[in-house]
């Protein structure tokens, strides 16, 4: 059963780089035909996607946060990154990371099925 | 604001049947398909339904999905206190190459 775990620092200061990793346990980052997205969540608010990577390296980003965001992948570690340049407080969320859902060797590449416990990211100085 | 809209609140008490609606344009639910998300207090988000009105394995049937148009909606039957929660839909927008969601139903039974 995959398992997706994010880890990365709680507290980031302004206009520095939020840096979070994404662990994937109980298979291969580079099997299958999944997308592995990054999803945020203000306190008390709605859930806003950031964007995703696909097995191959492509990657596709929230036009509202594209200029900010870089999401990577290391299959040598089974992980995926995200980096969110210039922070202010506006960035301050549970930050998610997820997998496509692909039953049956049929994908839904924009339905989340597998999700990570989420991390609580501040930005503050 | 988000791109996709929901009311804010919905409420039933145990047994009756709940909807919940959610809104977009041709960009989104117009011209792809929808998926629904229940999140318990304190917990990441949860698959309920797929490709408009697909249940995951697992998923009681008592929850549904339909579109028509711009627009669609959850229903839940034979509400249950444990049906308490934050319900979003999301979609693929064309226009913006993304998904979007909406900004949430707090669903409370009364």
């Known amino acids: 059963q995959v398992q997706l775990q994010e880890s990365g620092p709680g507290l980031v200061k302004p206009s520095q780089t939020l840096s979070l990793t994404c662990t994937v346990s109980?298979?291969?980052?580079?099997?299958?035909?999944?997308?592995w997205s990054w999803i945020r969540q203000p306190a008390g608010k709605g859930l806003e996607w950031i964007g995703r990577i696909y097995t191959t390296g492509s990657t596709n980003y929230n036009s509202s946060l594209k200029s900010r965001v870089t999401i990577s992948v290391d299959t040598s570690k089974n992980q995926f990154s995200l980096r969110l340049s210039s922070v202010t407080a506006a960035d301050t969320a549970v930050y998610y990371c997820a997998r496509s859902y692909c039953p049956n060797g049929v994908c839904y590449y924009d339905a989340f099925q597998i999700w990570g416990p989420g991390t609580m990211v501040t930005v503050s100085s | 604001q988000s791109v996709l809209t929901q009311p804010p609140s919905a409420s039933g008490t145990p047994g009756q049947r709940v909807t919940i609606s959610c809104s977009g344009s041709?960009?989104?639910?117009?011209?792809?398909?929808v998926n629904w998300y229940q999140q318990l207090p304190g917990t990441a988000p949860k698959l309920l339904i797929y490709t408009n009105n697909q249940r995951p394995s697992g998923v009681p049937d008592r929850f549904s999905g339909s579109k028509s148009g711009a627009s669609a909606s959850l229903a839940i039957s034979g509400l249950q206190s444990e049906d308490e929660a934050d319900y979003y839909c999301?979609?693929?927008?064309?226009?913006?190459?993304?998904?979007?969601f909406g900004g949430g139903t707090k669903l409370t039974v009364l």
């Open positions: 109980g298979g291969s980052i580079s099997s299958g035909s999944y997308y």
């Open positions: 999301a979609a693929w927008d064309v226009s913006l190459s993304g998904v979007v």
């Open positions: 041709s960009s989104n639910i117009g011209s792809n398909t």
